[in-house]
């Protein structure tokens, strides 16, 4: 006869077959949530199966009547509000403008504008393909390497997931209740590395073999003044968001609502401005029509999720496993790593909002006690840190596992949209060219476990702790 906790293993398991079969990942929590739960009322008939049904009269107004989450669809149209009006046109040809002249520059143009972009996408594969229109063409104008254009696209998507504000860090604090506020600080730090180290490696690289950036960018000194112009406002924009945020000057859900609505101002005013550019009637319609669509995906998920864990509660399974972890013997950070290990694994088919609210409540119960429990204090904890730290360390190692995911191989998520868009390249090529962006995201993860420092200066910074 099953026990419950076998049966939550096979629930779990049948979850990521399903997904790997494309299934639509909210209509898949759901489904095996319910039918899960089914399968308990068989096994263990006190787990009575239609009280748990009735729990959905109030199921969805409770997972959707959160302040908190109401900051999602704000973020998501602020996003497709700044695609549609060109703003990641401007992003790139701004940063294009400024260092297109060294050799490797308009790659490294790219990173800056996927970092930017991603300010206020929050998204890696929305990232990803819209910085794909956008400076692909210009990379294959310059006869720049194939593996160096398409890695470094790729590559550059994942810095939507992280660089704040981010709707994948939202739902994480939200799920272990942690300050978002907090969240989008600590984010921060991490966030500049990547960008750094991204840069960084384009122009060793390039140093090196010269001819995987043989021409440089050659603009005009109009077109520069003009792109200069471009960018400035685009960047206060941002900038304005990302520091506000960060500075703790507002909070997340006026941050949105006031950002989106600068932005629709600015693609308007570009609009009358130049009569071709900027944001018409069909782009504002099809921003809201697509926040529409995404904000119902998302909450779609968030319901699914909390079926799901409905399941897992019942089954046991959580506290299974952090009983496990912390009679195992084995060593707190092993532990840690094996979990980042699933991540990156998971990373490969799974998209980063669906992965967290899937795994994040499977795993930080176990986290919790072998850090030894709510209310662990440094001087004990087995990671050196506070109940609330490890909140923040372990989100911001989290994302940025997740993002490496998306580069790794042979399924990654970001390699497949970028290598869609290059006709012509193979797939083995843009995996190639991802390689040595996947080796510094190594390094920039152990620096992360090594120095949580980097993650937690800023918020005891501004919150004077």
Not at 77 to 88: E, W
Not at 139 to 163: C, H, S, V
Not at 181 to 207: H, K, S, T, Y
Not at 412 to 422: D, E, K, P
Request: glycine share 12%; hydrophobic share 55%; with cysteine.
């Amino acid at each position: 006869m099953l026990d419950r906790e076998t049966i939550g293993v096979l629930g779990l398991a049948f979850l990521f077959l399903l997904l790997i079969l494309r299934v639509p990942v909210g209509l898949a929590m759901v489904g095996v949530g319910i039918g899960g739960n089914y399968a308990l009322s068989i096994v263990a008939p006190y787990l009575r199966f239609e009280p748990y049904l009735k729990q959905f009269k109030t199921l969805t107004w409770g997972t959707m009547a959160n302040y908190e989450l109401s900051v999602v669809p704000l973020f998501v149209l602020m996003g497709y509000l700044a695609s549609h009006a060109n703003l990641s046109r401007d992003l790139f040809q701004g940063f294009n403008a400024a260092v297109g002249r060294f050799r490797g520059g308009v790659a490294m143009a790219a990173i800056g504008a996927c970092a930017g972009f991603g300010a206020v996408c929050g998204s890696s594969l929305a990232t990803a393909s819209t910085m794909g229109k956008v400076a692909l063409p210009e990379l294959k104008r310059l006869n720049y390497a194939p593996k160096l254009a398409t890695g470094t696209l790729a590559a550059g998507g994942t810095l939507g997931i992280l660089i704040p504000p981010s709707v994948a860090l939202v739902i994480y604090a939200v799920i272990v209740e942690a300050s978002i506020i907090e969240m989008f600080q600590a984010a921060i730090i991490p966030g500049l590395i990547a960008v750094a180290f991204f840069v960084g490696l384009i122009a060793f690289m390039v140093r090196r073999n010269p001819a995987l950036a043989p021409n440089t960018s050659d603009l005009t000194r109009e077109q520069k003044r003009e792109a200069y112009a471009r960018l400035l406002p685009v960047i206060l924009i941002f900038g304005s968001i990302i520091l506000g945020l960060g500075m703790g000057l507002f909070t997340p859900t006026p941050a949105a609502g006031v950002g989106a609505t600068i932005i629709l101002l600015y693609g308007l005013f570009l609009r009358w401005k130049t009569g071709s550019e900027g944001l018409d009637m069909a782009g504002f319609k099809a921003s809201i029509l697509e926040t529409a669509v995404t904000t119902g995906m998302i909450f779609f998920i968030l319901f699914g999720a909390e079926v799901l864990k409905g399941f897992f509660a019942r089954a046991g399974l959580p506290a299974a496993m952090a009983a496990f972890a912390t009679e195992s013997g084995l060593d707190p950070w092993l532990i840690l790593v094996i979990i980042l290990g699933i991540f990156i694994i998971l990373g490969c088919f799974m998209d980063s909002l669906a992965m967290i609210l899937v795994v994040v409540p499977f795993f930080w119960p176990s986290l919790v006690e072998l850090n030894g429990g709510d209310y662990a204090v440094a001087d004990t904890a087995a990671y050196g840190m506070g109940t609330e730290d490890l909140k923040i360390w372990f989100g911001i190692v989290a994302l940025v596992v997740v993002e490496l995911g998306l580069i790794t191989p042979p399924v990654g998520l970001n390699v497949f949209i970028i290598s869609a868009m290059a006709r012509g390249i193979a797939m083995k090529e843009v995996f190639v060219g991802v390689m040595p962006f996947f080796g510094i995201e190594i390094v920039r993860i152990g620096l992360l476990l090594l120095l949580p420092a980097l993650t937690l200066f800023l918020p005891h910074l501004l919150s004077g702790n």
